[in-house]
């Protein structure tokens, strides 16, 4: 209750310095999905890269961003596309391309169970990615594999095993990285340390804190694992966290101009990040300053991220 009185009271403080205008929900245009999403097949085939991922912009030639990643659904989308043509073709060429990506995904998984962003990369590239559900996708891929669902029938029992065990190493990092605070389960960062474990910080305006819009992610993956009383005790913590920060009574309203919440009896919120150890929503600009309040932070970064959601009221938090 405490947590959730702080947060209402920072929603009533940013809704009077706003004043009464309303913004009108428009869509928003989000950063592109990776190349292999809509490439054609043989692009698919002819850039996949000698270590069996892909890049996410098949144009990058230099830095990080020419390695293979799981950024904006890049590869496993890549080894999705690939499986179902070959269920539709029988083609081998698309079930090896598939295996090779597949086999990436065992050699980047980390042994603690975590995904980077970008394998082999630098930088927070390096930090396990729950960001954009990047991990929790691959995990569900790789769970689909192991049980030679759908598209992934053609997968040999070796195969099979082997993303068994990456599923069940990733369950097990979920599990390690949910963060305590007070003696009590919480939830997650978008990123974590990858030996630390401990929430970390990504881009400028991401700094370590507990992310609303991941931990739906993650939450919804944990319920569709064999149960257990752990995994229950981590989704039963993650739910009462939901409840306990919730923003009553306000909506989000985002366009490309601008971002701020409005007075809605009708309507709950959550903020995108929560600091740690107090629950307070946090808004940090490209200068790193962390800000209680959005207008606070510089009007590029007010418009162009979503600093608000409804999140859990996919896993039926309200």
């Known amino acids: 209750m405490k947590n959730r009185t702080i947060a209402c009271a920072l929603s009533i403080a940013l809704l009077g310095s706003m004043g009464?205008?309303?913004?009108?929900?428009?869509?928003?245009?989000?950063?592109?999905?990776?190349?292999?999403?809509?490439?054609?097949?043989?692009?698919?085939l002819k850039n996949q890269q000698s270590d069996g991922g892909w890049k996410k912009d098949y144009s990058e030639t230099s830095g990080d961003w020419a390695k293979s990643t799981i950024d904006n659904k890049a590869t496993y989308s890549e080894i999705?596309?690939?499986?179902?043509?070959?269920?539709?073709?029988?083609?081998?060429k698309y079930s090896a391309a598939a295996i090779k990506g597949i086999n990436f995904l065992f050699n980047m998984q980390y042994s603690n169970g975590g995904f980077p962003q970008i394998y082999k990369s630098s930088g927070y590239h390096t930090h396990i990615t729950y960001n954009d559900d990047a991990m929790v996708n691959v995990l569900i891929l790789l769970d689909e594999v192991a049980n030679r669902k759908g598209d992934f029938s053609f997968i040999d029992?070796?195969?099979?095993s082997k993303a068994k065990q990456a599923v069940d190493k990733g369950v097990d990092c979920i599990l390690k990285t949910q963060v305590t605070s007070g003696g009590k389960l919480t939830a997650w960062g978008q990123q974590h340390d990858s030996s630390s474990l401990k929430p970390a910080g990504a881009r400028a305006f991401e700094v370590p804190s507990l992310s609303a819009?991941?931990?739906?992610?993650?939450?919804?993956?944990?319920?569709?694992?064999?149960?257990n009383s752990q995994i229950n005790a981590s989704i039963k913590a993650a739910e009462?966290?939901?409840?306990?920060?919730?923003?009553s009574g306000f909506r989000y309203e985002r366009n490309s101009s601008?971002?701020?919440i409005v007075a809605d009896s009708s309507s709950t919120i959550w903020a995108r990040f929560y600091e740690l150890n107090t629950n307070k929503p946090i808004f940090v600009g490209r200068d790193g300053v962390v800000k209680y309040n959005l207008k606070d932070i510089d009007q590029e970064r007010r418009a162009g991220y979503a600093w608000y959601g409804n999140w859990p009221t996919k896993i039926g938090i309200n």
């Open 240 to 247: 009462d966290w939901f409840k306990a920060v919730k923003i």
């Open 80 to 92: 999705r596309r690939l499986a179902a043509e070959y269920s539709k073709t029988k083609d081998s």
């Open 20 to 44: 009464a205008a309303v913004l009108t929900p428009t869509s928003v245009v989000m950063a592109a999905d990776a190349s292999g999403t809509t490439a054609s097949l043989s692009d698919i």
């Open 258 to 260: 601008d971002s701020y």
């Open 157 to 160: 029992s070796g195969v099979a």
């Open 213 to 227: 819009s991941e931990s739906v992610g993650i939450v919804k993956f944990l319920k569709t694992r064999p149960s």
